[in-house]
């Protein structure tokens, strides 16, 4: 099983960037999706989440109206749009796969049990 993130990079402030991450391994079909982000010394913090069928999102304080997260037809990719990005934007993004089973959950890196490796996202003010 695998999860695996692309497209961070480099951004101006005010810029944007598109994440995404590929699942593979087993269906995802039934899994909700996420992202969550880790700056150097803080601890990993939620960005993003969406529902197995895409129906349901969940977002940041920080980042609400600035991203987007959506999935694939297939269910097994996640997206997250990012615009109007600042340097407090800068981190380590994952996208992460699994079934929280309330709301409250969504946000709670506990209830995903698979994990990318993390992309590098760099927004230079």
């Known amino acids: 099983v695998r999860l695996e993130e692309s497209g961070g990079g480099l951004a101006r402030a005010g810029g944007s960037l598109s994440l995404s991450c590929a699942a593979s391994?087993?269906?995802?079909?039934?899994?909700?999706m996420a992202w969550f982000r880790q700056a150097p010394g803080k601890e990993r913090e939620f960005v993003a989440a969406?529902?197995?069928?895409?129906?349901?999102?969940y977002y940041a304080d920080s980042v609400k109206g600035r991203f987007t997260i959506s999935r694939g037809d297939a269910r097994n990719t996640a997206y997250l749009e990012m615009n109007r990005l600042t340097p407090e934007d800068t981190a380590v993004y994952y996208c992460?796969?699994?079934?929280?089973?309330?709301?409250?959950?969504?946000?709670?890196?506990?209830?995903?049990?698979?994990w990318g490796q993390g992309t590098q996202v760099t927004v230079s003010s």
């Open positions: 969406c529902s197995w069928n895409g129906d349901t999102t």
């Open positions: 992460a796969a699994g079934r929280p089973w309330s709301e409250t959950e969504f946000s709670v890196p506990r209830a995903y049990n698979y």
């Open positions: 391994g087993r269906s995802f079909s039934a899994y909700a």
